[in-house]
């Protein structure tokens, strides 16, 4: 078992039951406003704010009442990359939120419509631990990353290299256990 492997099992054991838990959360919500809502509002079950909009918690709000004017529908959407594209031109409009708030929002409304990502978007750790492995960009098929990542799926794999940025061994994708 090589490095990058056996800190992709740790990763499976530690969370892969956890997010199931916070994404059932996220796909409690009876109408679309109600996900819009709990989307921007990046409050936990337990109503705490989500780690990752703290430090944005007041820009928040402006978010969903720009979302809300848009009077944009789910079935506008057909995949992750276009509500995500959404999203980030809110986040745009709002000064103060960025990339890890545009990934976060989409990703909770993309749970509530059952529509997971096919792509792994870098952003703040995810675009950290993907440097490591000689992969940059916005957003990347899950395809350019070895077959240990691979084996995660992409929400997975994008969790992964953001908490295991640190641990992740820098590599070439030579290096690697990748498909060609």
Wanted: glycine letters at 4%; charged letters at 25%.
């Amino acid at each position: 078992m090589n490095d990058l492997e056996f800190i992709v099992n740790e990763y499976l054991h530690c969370y892969q039951d956890l997010y199931k838990f916070e994404d059932s959360w996220w796909a409690e919500s009876s109408t679309w406003e109600e996900a819009l809502k709990r989307a921007w509002d990046s409050r936990l079950e337990n109503g705490k704010m989500h780690r990752h909009q703290c430090h944005v918690a007041d820009k928040l709000p402006e978010g969903l009442k720009t979302s809300l004017e848009a009077n944009v529908k789910p079935d506008e959407f057909t995949d992750f990359h276009q509500l995500y594209s959404w999203i980030k031109s809110i986040t745009t409009r709002v000064k103060g939120l960025g990339d890890t708030t545009t990934y976060d929002v989409a990703q909770r409304l993309c749970v509530w419509m059952n529509m997971p990502p096919e792509l792994i978007y870098l952003h703040a750790g995810a675009a950290k631990g993907a440097k490591k492995l000689g992969i940059k960009g916005e957003s990347v098929p899950l395809s350019n990353f070895p077959n240990e990542i691979q084996r995660l799926g992409a929400t997975h794999a994008e969790r992964f290299l953001c908490k295991y940025k640190d641990q992740i061994p820098a590599t070439t994708m030579k290096d690697s256990a990748c498909n060609n």
